[in-house]
C-alpha cells in the first residue's frame, strides 16, 4: 500500500474508462476515497459502483465544488486526465483547435486555480497530469493533440517548479501508445506509431504509483521515451528529420 494515498480524497477525470478507470482502481484499491468524473454519466456510475467510489459526472473544468462537497471538504489528489485526441493539421477547424485546448489544457488550469489556495494554506496537495508522449515529442497526423499536449505538460512544470516549495507535488503521465477507446480512434497514423508497443491501461496506473512512491515528476509507462527525448533535446534536425520518415510512411500507406 501507499501510504501517501490512504485514505485520500482523490479526483479522477475521464474515469469512465480506459486510463482513468484504471487510476480510479488502483487509487481505491490503495485505499483512497474516490470520486469518479466523466462526461458520460452511466459510465461514471458504473465505475464508481464497481470501486466504491462516488460518481460525480459533468464537464471535467466545473466538478472541483462538487467533488469537494462529495469528499467532506478535502480533495488530496487531483487526477486531470480527461482528454481529447484530436486529429488534423494546421487546417483543423478552429473550434476542434478550441476543443482540445480547452479540453486538454484550460481543464487543468481551471483545477489549479480551485484547488492551489487550499492546498498552499495546508502546505500539501498532490496534482496529476496526464499528458502523453506527445506532449513531450509529438504525433503525427494530429497537430490540436500534440500541441496541447505539450501546453498540458508545460502546466504541470510550471506548477511544479513554482509550488515544490510549498508543498505541492506534481505528476505528468506521457505514455505512448495505450489500449483504449482513444487509440483506436488514431487510425493508421496510431498503428505505425503507437500500436506495435500498446501497453494497458492497468500499466499506466503502476508507473503512477511508482512514481509516487519515488516522488518523481515525470512519470514514463514507456521508459523507451526517455531516450527519444533526450535525442530530440540534443538533435532536433535529426529527429525532425527521423519523424518525416515516419510521417512520409504514413502518407504512402494512405
Known amino acids: 500500500m501507499v501510504e501517501a494515498v490512504q485514505d485520500a480524497g482523490v479526483v479522477v477525470t475521464g474515469a469512465g474508462g480506459g486510463i482513468g478507470a484504471a487510476l480510479a482502481r488502483r487509487f481505491a484499491a490503495e485505499g483512497?476515497?474516490?470520486?469518479?468524473?466523466?462526461?458520460?454519466?452511466?459510465?461514471?456510475?458504473?465505475v464508481a459502483e464497481?470501486?466504491?467510489g462516488i460518481a460525480v459526472p459533468g464537464d471535467a473544468s466545473a466538478i472541483?465544488?462538487?467533488?469537494?462537497?462529495?469528499?467532506?471538504?478535502?480533495?488530496?489528489?487531483?487526477?486531470?486526465?480527461?482528454?481529447?485526441?484530436?486529429?488534423?493539421?494546421?487546417?483543423?477547424?478552429?473550434?476542434v483547435w478550441e476543443l482540445a485546448w480547452d479540453v486538454n489544457v484550460m481543464a487543468h488550469v481551471r483545477a489549479a486555480h480551485s484547488l492551489l489556495p487550499g492546498w498552499l494554506e495546508r502546505g500539501s496537495g498532490r496534482f496529476v497530469s496526464t499528458v502523453s508522449?506527445?506532449?513531450l515529442l509529438t504525433m503525427i497526423g494530429a497537430a490540436p493533440y500534440s500541441v496541447t499536449k505539450h501546453g498540458a505538460?508545460?502546466?504541470?512544470?510550471?506548477?511544479?517548479?513554482?509550488?515544490?516549495?510549498r508543498g505541492l507535488k506534481v505528476h505528468a503521465i506521457c505514455p505512448q501508445g495505450v489500449r483504449t477507446d482513444m487509440l483506436d480512434a488514431t487510425g493508421?497514423?496510431?498503428?505505425?506509431?503507437?500500436?506495435?508497443?500498446?501497453?494497458?491501461?492497468?500499466?499506466?496506473?503502476?508507473?503512477?504509483?511508482?512514481?509516487?512512491?519515488?516522488?518523481?515528476?515525470?512519470?514514463?509507462?514507456?521508459?523507451?521515451?526517455?531516450?527519444?527525448y533526450q535525442a530530440r533535446a540534443a538533435d532536433p534536425d535529426?529527429?525532425?528529420?527521423?519523424?518525416n520518415h515516419i510521417q512520409q510512411k504514413w502518407e504512402a500507406g494512405r
Open 32 to 46: 483512497a476515497r474516490v470520486v469518479v468524473n466523466d462526461l458520460d454519466a452511466a459510465k461514471a456510475a458504473a
Open 50 to 52: 464497481e470501486i466504491g
Open 64 to 95: 472541483v465544488t462538487e467533488a469537494l462537497d462529495a469528499l467532506g471538504g478535502t480533495i488530496d489528489v487531483y487526477c486531470a486526465n480527461a482528454g481529447l485526441g484530436s486529429a488534423g493539421t494546421e487546417a483543423a477547424d478552429e473550434r
Open 133 to 135: 508522449a506527445a506532449g
Open 153 to 165: 505538460y508545460a502546466f504541470a512544470e510550471w506548477l511544479s517548479l513554482t509550488y515544490r516549495h
Open 188 to 228: 493508421s497514423a496510431g498503428d505505425i506509431v503507437l500500436r506495435p508497443t500498446a501497453i494497458e491501461p492497468d500499466d499506466v496506473a503502476d508507473a503512477l504509483f511508482k512514481g509516487i512512491e519515488e516522488d518523481r515528476f515525470l512519470i514514463l509507462p514507456h521508459p523507451e521515451a526517455a531516450g527519444y
Open 238 to 243: 535529426r529527429w525532425l528529420t527521423n519523424m
